[in-house]
């Protein structure tokens, strides 16, 4: 596991020194199966089109193409990979794809892993950062029972907002329970569904 690690952590410096020369940003998008990953980027993409932000998207599942169809429909370049019985992305496979890309004409490049809240956390993908995503049904003990992610992510996106009237999901014990984990992190509030909580989100993707 340590040799897989390591040379994972080539692949993923490779892509971190490719990227910084043409200054295109990677972020790491982590969360469970279902938790609004796609819906966020189908929410998020065309608000920062709007600002003149050039996106490209990497898919990770372990099977179909069924998000990237969804991405493609936003008229940005992607590529969708698929892990089979892994369940997380790797930085070689990352490092490959972006070679697909035209990457003098991006600015960011948006990857979304597997649906899995574990083991993405422990492959470095070259990312600038990792950022976390987990739904309001998830539960809000999430971040104590899976501490790793909450740890390594300066950014929380809490999704599905609208549904905490119906639900016994506490925003007081999710903050708390962030906060014990790390102190400096930054939450952000969505609903895909009625848009509420995109605007800070824009900032900062595309400050
Ligand atoms: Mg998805
Ligand atoms: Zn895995």
């Known amino acids: 596991m340590q040799n897989v690690l390591k040379v994972n952590d080539l692949f993923a410096f490779q892509t971190s020194e490719l990227l910084k020369t043409k200054g295109i940003r990677l972020f790491n998008l982590i969360g469970s199966p279902g938790a609004?990953?796609?819906?966020?980027?189908e929410l998020l993409i065309p608000l920062l089109k709007d600002k003149g932000?050039?996106?490209a998207v990497i898919e990770g599942d372990c099977a179909t193409a069924r998000d990237a169809a969804r991405i493609a429909a936003l008229d940005v370049p992607v590529v969708q990979i698929n892990t089979g019985n892994s369940c997380?992305?790797?930085a070689s496979q990352v490092g490959?794809?972006?070679?697909?890309?035209?990457?003098?004409?991006?600015?960011m490049v948006i990857i979304e892993n597997v649906g899995?809240?574990?083991?993405?956390?422990?492959?470095?993908?070259?990312?600038?950062?990792?950022?976390?995503?987990?739904?309001?049904?998830?539960g809000d003990d999430k971040p104590l029972?899976?501490?790793?992610?909450?740890?390594?992510?300066?950014s929380v996106i809490l999704t599905k907002t609208d549904l905490i009237p119906y639900t016994n999901f506490s925003l007081q014990r999710f903050t708390e329970a962030l906060r014990s984990i790390r102190q400096d992190q930054e939450?952000?509030?969505?609903?895909?569904?009625?848009?509420?909580?995109?605007s800070p989100l824009i900032e900062r993707f595309w400050p």
């Open 36 to 41: 609004g990953k796609t819906s966020l980027l």
């Open 53 to 55: 932000a050039r996106i």
């Open 88 to 90: 997380h992305l790797d």
């Open 96 to 107: 490959k794809v972006l070679g697909d890309f035209s990457l003098d004409a991006l600015d």
């Open 116 to 138: 899995n809240l574990v083991c993405p956390t422990g492959f470095d993908l070259g990312a600038d950062e990792k950022i976390a995503i987990i739904s309001v049904t998830e």
């Open 145 to 154: 029972k899976y501490p790793r992610i909450f740890h390594e992510a300066k």
């Open 187 to 198: 939450l952000f509030l969505l609903s895909c569904t009625t848009g509420e909580g995109a």
